[in-house]
């Protein structure tokens, strides 16, 4: 496996870092909406979440600057339809990974209970419009539709790697892992 | 209150339990001062004492708070019921709602501003009784520098565990926030703003 066939190592860094962040910021916005009823808990839980989310869009921004500057390794052979609904997938994946801590943020801005965010208590999160409900409202609806999409689409992006990985036995999760192959 | 017949002799029930109601507010924790309260011989339990406060939101949990510092006295006619004064003080940056975090957000300039207003504070206007257990307290509470009359409803009653005589006060009332200048939230917040104070007063007497 030449360089050219692996992910460079920046992309690999920033994608399993915002996996990372991705499930944490997914669960901890699932279980701290659905399952915590201490109102101390939740405000901290809120600050948590909301750092984790601003930080997958500065993430996503730099991948998206890297993905321009940077070559990206060609796909694996597959039947066109599948190249395809890759594509279409990650496009969207990554749609989603500005979409929702922008909406996050937007939800943040706009809310009447406006909570100033301290991302990971270090630096003051901007919030660049005047709070208004209608599009607070708004902003939550498209941030939880989003969360829907983005768990969905998630779980169709791990699928694909397993699939790829032990079922069609190609390179596709090994050019983004650490060594040649994930899989002995 | 078979205990409060045993315990005042020379007083029929119903004044005593008169009387203790109007301490009811009067009667809050000095646990600041570390000094053991005492208004006419009566003294505040500072280990069953807490002063908080309710509010409900839409899309967040019902917060509960209360306050670890305040102050508070209290001046009972016993013959001249109106004529009795209770007043008492809340040190507005000891909120504490369980979390640093949440505390320093509830203590800043959208809500009780305590930087600008340390303190809340209570002062009686009237009290009347509304039966042998239960009183209504009117009085002036100062929020934000903006001072408006607030009612609270009080129910004793006595604890026979306790030696001596030990009564204890229940005190609740709702205030709306926005007439305090407190507006922030709405309408996700609810305007209504609920107050409890739970205080034990004791006399060896």
């Known amino acids: 496996m030449n360089k050219g066939d692996v992910w460079p190592l920046s992309l690999r860094l920033v994608h399993w870092a915002t996996a990372a962040l991705v499930f944490a910021a997914l669960g901890l916005g699932t279980y701290m909406v659905q399952l915590v009823h201490d109102p101390a808990e939740r405000f901290e839980l809120t600050q948590t979440h909301k750092s984790i989310g601003i930080t997958v869009l500065a993430l996503t921004v730099v991948r998206l600057c890297l993905r321009i500057l940077t070559n990206a390794p060609k796909p694996e052979p597959a039947a066109p339809l599948v190249l395809l609904a890759a594509k279409l997938a990650h496009v969207f994946l990554y749609a989603l990974l500005l979409l929702m801590p922008l909406s996050g943020w937007l939800m943040a801005t706009t809310t009447p209970v406006r909570v100033p965010t301290f991302v990971f208590g270090l630096v003051e999160l901007p919030y660049p419009l005047s709070p208004d409900l209608t599009t607070y409202r708004i902003a939550h609806t498209i941030h939880v539709v989003s969360a829907i999409f983005l768990a969905s689409l998630v779980v169709l992006h791990v699928a694909a790697a397993i699939i790829h990985a032990f079922l069609w036995q190609d390179r596709t999760l090994a050019r983004v892992w650490w060594r040649r192959s994930p899989v002995a | ?205």
């Not at chain 2, 009387?19 to 500072?46: H, N």
């Not at chain 2, 507005?92 to 369980?98: A, E, F, K, Y």
């Not at chain 2, 209504?136 to 409803?153: A, E, H, Q, S």
């Open chain 2, 1 to 205: 209150m078979a205990q409060s017949s045993q315990i005042m002799p020379a007083r029929n029930v119903r004044t005593f339990r008169w009387l203790v109601t109007v301490c009811a507010l009067a009667l809050l924790p000095f646990a600041d001062t570390g000094e053991a309260t005492a208004a006419q011989g009566w003294r505040i339990d500072e280990a069953h004492t807490w002063i908080g406060f309710k509010i409900d939101a839409v899309g967040f949990p019902t917060t509960r708070g209360h306050f670890n510092h305040y102050s508070g006295k209290v001046l009972i006619d016993f013959d001249r019921p109106a004529k009795s004064f209770t007043s008492f003080t809340v040190d507005s940056t000891s909120v504490d709602l369980g979390s640093q975090a949440f505390n320093d957000f509830v203590k800043s300039s959208p809500l009780l501003n305590a930087e600008k207003y340390p303190t809340l504070s209570f002062i009686s206007t009237q009290v009347e009784k509304l039966d042998s257990r239960t009183a209504r307290v009117t009085g002036n509470l100062t929020m934000l520098g903006v001072t408006k009359p607030i009612v609270l409803t009080v129910n004793v009653d006595a604890d026979p565990s306790a030696k001596g005589r030990t009564v204890a006060f229940v005190a609740t009332g709702t205030i709306t926030r926005s007439e305090f200048g407190m507006a922030f939230g709405a309408p996700l917040i609810d305007d209504a703003l609920e107050i409890t104070v739970k205080t034990r007063a004791l006399t060896d007497e």
